[in-house]
């Protein structure tokens, strides 16, 4: 889209503006929205559908477009000229038509003539209403095709209008002179509405004294139902036969000494006047009895018309008692409008940001039922139930909450706020920092871009069931497009801080949002906006395991449960990979331990410092903690187990020693020189770490690099009472295992290694499989044994991955990789 159509399409948008106006105040017109109130949320965003007031000055393109398609624009000055003509010729039908039904029987030339001229008018009016431009009242834009404009009118007021431009009184004496024709003329009374928007709009003109208006408002209403009631008295009357005028209100009348009872040879004049005095005594009950009714008939419609008017005297008096307190609402929008109007002419803003703050006051003051102070005295409990009917339609469809609990949707509704804006309003602007979240109920959005070459471009249009603001909330970075309405929109906002706060309680569904966030949304442009989102997305899962392991440090075992409950993953780690379980183990928390563990923990888990949570509880002395691990299934299996347990035993903690040998450490692992703990306790002397080992069943038999059992380093030590405790565990393992001290040694622990068929130095196309074999006793058993499965001859020898040649097995560890070649190479 370029720019040209753009403004194009804004200056089609800004023909029907909200009212009409100049920033020097001088003039402001608003016309009425007809409130046909609805239950439904729907229905009530139906209700502004009447365009408000129009601009004087619009685009040439659209001017031409619409002569050139044979549509009216309705702001054109011949067409305002003609509704100001059409209003007169209203006024005088209205007053005429109730005098023409009571005082005439066919009428005379002169009067024929001139309402002839008026139906005249009346029908040109209907041909001209079927090329009127309209607003919509769902999109509030401008409608200029022929056929939705013809079809409107003709479902609105087409066949009153037309009934009314009927020649009645040729009709009526074509037909014989019937009186039942004569009542199809109160059909002309719809042209009374033209009247009540005119007085209307004078309410709402900040350029004419509200009072004034009011009183003349009142006066007209006052008179317009004593003349209307004045020609019904004399229809009762003149509608009996001469012969029974003397039972007839006027005929029996007498004034003094002049008698009525010939009335229908009175002048026009007297006879009017004295039907209209009749209307008014009657009205306000004040009459002196001079005149009254004589029949039946005229007894009912007195009663009918005192009835009546009760009502109209307490609206007139209700009017008059509002204008003296000064508290109607159209009189406080004036104020508020007329400080408006003195405050932008004072910091004298723009002309486009004034028209859109008076359009939007406008449209508050006309969609004032929505405003929610009208239901601030309900209890809160009633207006979520009120928030529920009316929004959840709509929010348990945004793309955005797809898979969302109904929970966490419920405390959402509850918070939005309900707004309306106009076509051509910018909601949020590109690279502004956003603190509100919206969702369309009603109307199109668009975003809009910033192409290469500087202009604006659409990127996707916000419809139905849509959400904007949602980017820059979740991720703190600044709105990446600008949001404009393109047709009038019914939006509901929710804030920043309320809807982090319910994200902070619902985890699970805060995850689901932003996963939702990442994959559903089509407006994404470039990699930096993916990237941004999925750092965030990775910065809350690192804030939500840190919320998880803090509740498990402190021992609250009554958030960590609404945590998990919430969503939360016991399985996340921090940043240094420790768990809840690693916290709760290593704090004696036995309580929340079990409970991990039935959420199920990985028990065995390492953390970047290779402690487990049976570790951290033994490090910790939280030997019940411990037991509980141990029996739940967990390991002291560790990486690096033997350095660590050798550390231990140079450091001479007996305690911590006899906790990890309770709790299923091996005593005869062997570190990187295949010295057991055995060997530093006895070449350290320490008699009381050697006793514990060899209770746990180290070995007096294995042997370091150097072919030192731990008897020898006790020797070499000159503890006497350390070498008589190792030299009985030498015999004591003797006499259980009565065979060779290496046999017993490796049936103890056998080791394995693998044997690979070709030099390590060899290529990777020259390399093969392998075998993996136990450690024989010997090393000519492993060259045999391995030449036999890989088939090779014997002549050969064995390589470790540094080449160098391997002569006894005792170098050999654990699990180690050699390489099996010819002697000859």
Not at 20 to 45: C, N, P
Not at 151 to 165: I, M, N, W
Not at 522 to 546: C, N, P, V
Not at 664 to 679: A, Q
Request: with cysteine; hydrophobic share 40%.
């Amino acid at each position: 889209m370029t720019e040209k159509n753009r403004e194009k399409e804004r200056g089609e948008e800004e023909e029907g503006e909200l009212e009409t106006s100049s920033l020097d105040g001088r003039e402001y017109e608003i016309q009425d929205l007809r409130e046909r109130l609805k239950s439904s949320g729907v229905s009530r965003f139906n209700l502004i559908e009447n365009e408000l007031s129009w601009r004087r000055k619009f685009s040439r393109e659209t001017l031409l477009a619409g002569f050139k398609d044979f549509v009216i624009l309705p702001h054109l000055w011949w067409y305002r000229a003609w509704s100001a003509f059409i209003l007169l010729w209203a006024v005088y039908s209205s007053f005429f038509t109730p005098m023409e039904f009571g005082f005439f029987r066919g009428l005379p030339k002169h009067l024929f003539v001139l309402d002839f001229i008026a139906q005249i008018a009346f029908l040109v009016d209907i041909v001209l209403q079927f090329f009127v431009a309209y607003r919509d009242s769902q999109t509030y834009r401008m409608v200029y095709k022929r056929n939705p404009i013809a079809l409107r009118y003709l479902k609105s007021s087409f066949v009153f209008d037309l009934l009314g431009c009927m020649p009645w009184d040729i009709i009526y004496k074509a037909c014989g002179e019937k009186e039942e024709v004569r009542y199809l003329l109160w059909i002309r009374l719809y042209r009374v509405r033209k009247v009540h928007e005119f007085l209307y709009k004078l309410e709402k003109d900040i350029r004419i004294n509200y009072i004034i208006t009011r009183i003349i408002k009142l006066i007209v209403v006052e008179l317009y139902c004593t003349h209307t009631a004045a020609c019904i008295f004399y229809y009762l009357a003149t509608t009996l036969p001469e012969s029974q005028e003397g039972y007839t209100w006027i005929g029996s009348l007498k004034m003094g000494d002049f008698s009525y009872s010939h009335f229908r040879e009175i002048d026009l004049g007297k006879r009017y006047i004295t039907s209209l005095y009749f209307a008014v005594v009657t009205m306000t009950t004040v009459g002196y009895g001079d005149i009254h009714a004589v029949n039946m008939r005229e007894m009912l419609f007195v009663m009918i018309y005192v009835s009546f008017d009760m009502v109209l005297g307490a609206y007139l008096i209700g009017n008059m008692t509002a204008l003296i307190v000064k508290g109607s609402k159209t009189e406080k929008f004036r104020d508020k409008m007329t400080d408006l109007m003195k405050y932008m002419n004072r910091n004298r803003l723009g002309r486009d940001i004034c028209e859109q703050i008076k359009g939007h006051f406008r449209l508050q003051y006309e969609s004032s039922y929505t405003n929610a102070a009208a239901i601030q005295e309900i209890p809160i409990s009633i207006r979520s139930k009120i928030s529920q009917t009316l929004y959840l339609p709509y929010i348990e469809k945004v793309p955005l909450f797809r898979g969302c609990s109904s929970e966490f949707i419920s405390q959402i509704i509850i918070r939005l706020h309900e707004e309306f804006f106009l076509p051509g309003e910018v909601i949020m602007e590109q690279g502004n920092v956003v603190d509100q979240l919206y969702f369309v109920c009603h109307g199109v959005l668009e975003e809009v871009g910033t192409a290469e070459d500087g202009s604006e471009e659409t990127v996707s249009f916000l419809r139905r069931n849509s959400s904007f603001g949602e980017i820059s909330i979740l991720c703190n970075i600044p709105q990446p497009y600008t949001v404009r309405v393109c047709e009038l929109c019914r939006l509901v906002r929710l804030d920043k801080q309320s809807f982090t706060n319910v994200l902070d309680i619902y985890f699970y569904d805060g995850r689901k949002v932003l996963n939702n966030l990442l994959e559903g949304k089509e407006s994404f442009r470039g990699k930096q906006l993916e990237s941004d989102i999925t750092f965030h997305i990775g910065k809350q899962e690192a804030e939500l395991a840190l919320k998880v392991n803090s509740a498990a440090f402190h021992g609250d075992l009554y958030q960590l449960k609404g945590l998990i409950r919430a969503g939360a993953d016991p399985n996340k780690t921090d940043y240094d990979r420790r768990s809840p379980l690693h916290l709760a183990a290593s704090r004696g928390y036995e309580d929340i331990t079990l409970f991990l563990i039935q959420e199920g923990v990985d028990i065995n888990l390492r953390d970047n410092f290779g402690n487990t949570p049976l570790l951290e509880a033994v490090k910790n002395g939280n030997d019940r903690v411990a037991s509980l691990l141990v029996r739940e299934g967990a390991s002291m299996k560790l990486e690096n187990a033997s350095s660590f347990l050798c550390t231990a035993v140079a450091r001479g903690d007996s305690d911590y020693l006899k906790r990890l040998l309770s709790n299923g450490m091996d005593p005869n692992l062997k570190d990187y020189d295949y010295r057991s703990p055995l060997h530093i306790a006895a070449a350290e002397g320490l008699y009381f770490m050697a006793k514990l080992l060899l209770e746990a069943g180290a070995s007096v038999f294995a042997k370091d690099r150097w072919g030192n059992t731990p008897l020898d380093e006790a020797r070499m030590s000159g503890n006497k009472n350390l070498i008589k405790l190792l030299e009985d565990a030498k015999s004591a393992q003797l006499t259980e295992f009565p065979c060779r001290s290496e046999e017993f040694t490796d049936k103890m622990h056998p080791k394995k290694c693998t044997v690979l068929p070709f030099h390590p130095w060899d290529p990777k196309e020259h390399r093969r499989h392998g075998i993996v074999l136990w450690i024989p006793h010997t090393i000519e058993e492993l060259i045999k044994t391995a030449a036999e499965k890989i088939e090779l001859t014997s002549d050969s020898c064995i390589l470790s991955e540094d080449a160098g040649k391997i002569t006894d097995v005792d170098m050999i560890k654990d699990g180690q990789k050699l390489y099996l070649v010819p002697e000859k190479c």
